[in-house]
T-cell receptor, first 113, second 115 residues
Framework: DQQVKQNSPSLSVQEGRISILNCDYT??????FLWYKKYPAEGPTFLIS?????DKNEDGRFTVFLNKSAKHLSLHIVPSQPGDSAVYFC????????????FGQGTILTVHP | DADVTQTPRNRITKTGKRIMLECSQT?????MYWYRQDPGLGLRLIYY???????NKGEISDGYSVSRQAQAKFSLSLESAIPNQTALYFCATSEPRAGGSDTQYFGPGTRLTVL
């Protein structure tokens, strides 16, 4: 049972445009959400997070939006740069998974110059 | 120097062999985790440890065991490797935060191939 889902395996965007990566979850006990970025031959690196008491969190070019009623979060990257090309994972924590993260399948983002 | 290191970075082995993957961290974190990554499946938790005396199974612990030798060291063993254990393996660490909202920090990964 996949509790965190990223339904788009890949996304292709032109440099300078907006990238929107989506993530859905089913466990209503999740109350903390994170996005990780992963380059080939490297481990995932933390990008941005959001608590369920907020609906938006911004850090430079990266903004995460949380819609609790829809159990949906999204990561916006504006403007997209070729160096943003990577695999992006969303992850969730909370409830009985205290201290643990449940990851989505990942979305491969390619930003074309 | 990297905060979370994993050895080896790459390993090719044969079915039935015993394999140990090692993880060390200099972040001073109490919590450590082992994940595997397979294409299309994301990262799945194998084992986790919230302190030196605490070991817990994750969602896919069958065929694996772990040892927490010290706060800084957490090793993963495959007692008798099989081909479907071919994957990327990641170690991660975290420090407990209020409400369980830990941010985990990952090592560079070990690519394991079982022939």
């Amino acid at each position: 049972d996949q509790q965190v889902k990223q339904n788009s395996p890949s996304l292709s965007v032109q440099e300078g445009r907006i990238s929107i990566l989506n993530c859905d979850y089913t466990n209503s006990m999740f109350d903390y959400f994170l996005w990780y970025k992963k380059y080939p031959a490297e481990g995932p690196t933390f990008l941005i997070s959001i608590s369920s008491i907020k609906d938006k969190n911004e850090d430079g070019r990266f903004t995460v939006f949380l819609n609790k009623s829809a159990k949906h979060l999204s990561l916006h990257i504006v403007p997209s740069q070729p160096g943003d090309s990577a695999v992006y994972f969303c992850a969730a924590a909370g409830g009985t998974s205290y201290g643990k993260l449940t990851f989505g399948q990942g979305t491969i983002l390619t930003v074309h110059p | 120097d990297a905060d979370v290191t994993q050895t080896p970075r790459n390993r090719i082995t044969k079915t039935g062999k015993r394999i140990m993957l090692e993880c060390s961290q200099t972040k001073g974190h109490d919590r450590m985790y082992w994940y595997r990554q397979d294409p299309g499946l994301g990262l799945r938790l194998i084992y986790y440890s919230f302190d030196v005396k605490d070991i817990n199974k994750g969602e896919i612990s069958d065929g694996y065991s772990v040892s927490r030798q010290a706060q800084a060291k957490f090793s993963l063993s495959l007692e008798s490797a099989i081909p479907n254990q071919t994957a990327l393996y990641f170690c991660a660490t975290s420090e407990p935060r209020a409400g369980g909202s830990d941010t985990q920090y990952f090592g560079p990964g070990t690519r394991l191939t079982v022939l």
